[in-house]
């Protein structure tokens, strides 16, 4: 694969940058309006890895409006305009933003990672083997790693700003943002797993698990912000080799994870630089996800 020029580190020149997380550069685009850009920067347990993976953040971009679009009856979102002409000045007249950034709706986002979680892997499943649990909620005894769990859980976290986030339980949840905020905050997330996890499916992919984030608008109303459904943050397995017991491949970022266990690296920054086929590997992985999800092929 010949890989796309790299979205710029420095960003863009113009326009005034509210902030920069590992990912996404958001600027201000006008009263009550953010541009989002999803930049080609990868991160692994907390650290932000080099070289980046050229043509990434067009590829979340993409598949993230594509969900919000094809979910939009289930959770209201923030996204008001994918394409360049539906831009205000100065972005408009950006070419390097065309397929990478969202003119998406302001709203103050809600202190909790709403983590679903569909099979039983990674950390709930090194929980599952010590306690018989998946983040304090109670699962049936005699299941194998990578197994479907008999229904979908809720299982949020705490939004940290720096270091890891911590899993809370939904009580924890409550006393954070009220009853009926938390309860919309868990029918939302489960109601957008299943209908997409049931789409995925027929289209070869397993979600395993994924997380959302959702914010408030001025009238108060729960909607569905950030991204959606992508491989930075979701579990994409392939259904034909899946097989209960053993961890699948993936089209996601565990590729670039299980090459950072092997390289010995402490995870304290800095992190190894990624070799070559990593980069490489990685965007195939992507690409692949997106071409399946969304039945086009997709022009870096």
Known sequence: MTL?????????AVGELLRRGKVRDVYRAGPGLLLMVATD?????????????????????????????????????HVLATELEGFPPPYREQPLLAGRATLVKEV??????????????????KEYRQRGSVCGIPIPAGLALAERLP???FTPSTKAEVGHDENIPFDRVVALVGGELAEGL????????RRAAAYALERGIIIADTKFEFGLDDDGRLVWADEALTPDSS????????????????????????????????????APALPDEVVTGTLERYVEAF??????????
């Open 235 to 270: 579990r994409f397995w392939p259904a034909d080799t899946y097989r209960p017991g053993a961890n699948p491949p993936s089209f996601d970022k565990q590729f670039v994870r299980d090459w950072l266990e092997s390289s010995g690296w402490n995870k304290e920054p800095p």
């Open 186 to 193: 868990r029918q939302s997330s489960l109601a957008l797993y």
């Open 151 to 153: 229904e979908p859980l």
């Open 41 to 77: 920067r990868i991160s692994a347990f907390d650290v932000v890895l080099s070289p980046g993976i050229p043509g990434k953040g067009v590829i979340l971009n993409q598949l993230s409006n594509f969900w919000f679009e094809n979910l939009g009856e289930i959770a209201p979102h």
């Open 4 to 12: 796309p020029v790299p979205y710029p580190a420095d960003g863009l």
């Open 291 to 300: 071409r399946r999800l969304t039945g086009r092929d997709l022009t870096l």
């Open 108 to 125: 103050r986002i809600v202190p909790v990672e709403c983590v679903v979680r569909g099979y039983l892997v990674g950390s709930g499943w």
